[in-house]
Nanobody, 116 residues
Framework: QVQLVESGGGLVQPGGSLRLSCEAPRIIFNNYAMGWYRQAPGQQRELVARIDNGGSTDYLDSVKGRFTISRDNAKNTVYLQMNSLKPEDTAVYYC??????????WGQGTQVTVSS
């Protein structure tokens, strides 16, 4: 069973920063676009950021300028650096791998809570 292993969630005050990490098997990392989704209570899961094999990125409008997605090809790891966090960023964040055929793989999710 393919696993995407996430880490880095937690509790942070508004204005603070967190970095999420997601390690994938090499065959997945090299052939899938990697990204992060989030789901807040009572809300639909939404795409936060995505990076393809060429390094092109897409971001949710509300996180542009605050969040940065990056990938370390040597470590098969994708990162989400989250700065200037707001209470509305509170959600479970899921690592995602998407194949060009639109097949998706998911991590187990990591809780991010932004609160004073």
């Amino acid at each position: 069973q393919v696993q995407l292993v996430e880490s880095g969630g937690g509790l942070v005050q508004p204005g603070g920063s967190l970095r999420l990490s997601c390690e994938a098997p090499r065959i997945i990392f090299n052939n899938y676009a990697m990204g992060w989704y989030r789901q807040a209570p009572g809300q639909q899961r939404e795409l936060v950021a995505r990076i393809d094999n060429g390094g092109s990125t897409d971001y949710l409008d509300s996180v542009k300028g605050r969040f940065t997605i990056s990938r370390d090809n040597a470590k098969n790891t994708v990162y989400l650096q989250m700065n200037s966090l707001k209470p509305e960023d509170t959600a479970v964040y899921y690592c995602n791998a998407r194949h060009s055929s639109n097949y998706h793989l998911w991590g187990q999710g990591t809780q991010v809570t932004v609160s004073s």
